[in-house]
């Protein structure tokens, strides 16, 4: 099972960008599906975008399409969440969240690896 650490939040204004990274450590980092979710006060935990373990195949949540670009790269164990074009209704706790799977699907069973959150902050 991989362990993941998230990092890259901060505040920024609107109309900025971050690119969110997350570490993973333990073996075979591409047999899992990653996942990008977000978290804002008294809202529920929300999907954001999802990456298959070859990074062939992604999903993304509505409200961030267009804006917001899942990578990842195999030979360093890195997920990253490229977000542009960030509003208000983007500030969240952003976490990272690993799945194992069997194909090159990008949803798994289920993310059963979480990191700690990394808070993404947007200034109007």
């Known amino acids: 099972q991989v362990q993941v650490v998230e990092s890259g939040g901060g505040l920024v204004q609107a109309g900025g960008s971050l690119r969110l990274s997350c570490a993973a450590s333990?073996?075979?980092?591409?047999?899992?599906?990653m996942g990008w979710f977000r978290q804002a006060p008294g809202k529920e935990r929300e999907r954001v975008a999802a990456i298959s373990r070859s990074g062939g195949n992604t999903h993304y949540a509505e409200s961030v399409k267009g804006r917001v670009t899942i990578s990842r790269d195999n030979a360093l164990n890195t997920v990253y969440l490229q977000m542009n074009s960030l509003n208000s209704e983007d500030t969240a706790v952003y976490y990272c969240a690993a799945g194992f799977v069997l194909g090159d699907y990008v949803l798994p069973t289920i993310f059963n690896s979480w990191g700690h959150g990394t808070q993404v902050t947007v200034s109007s």
């Open positions: 333990g073996r075979a980092f591409s047999t899992y599906a």
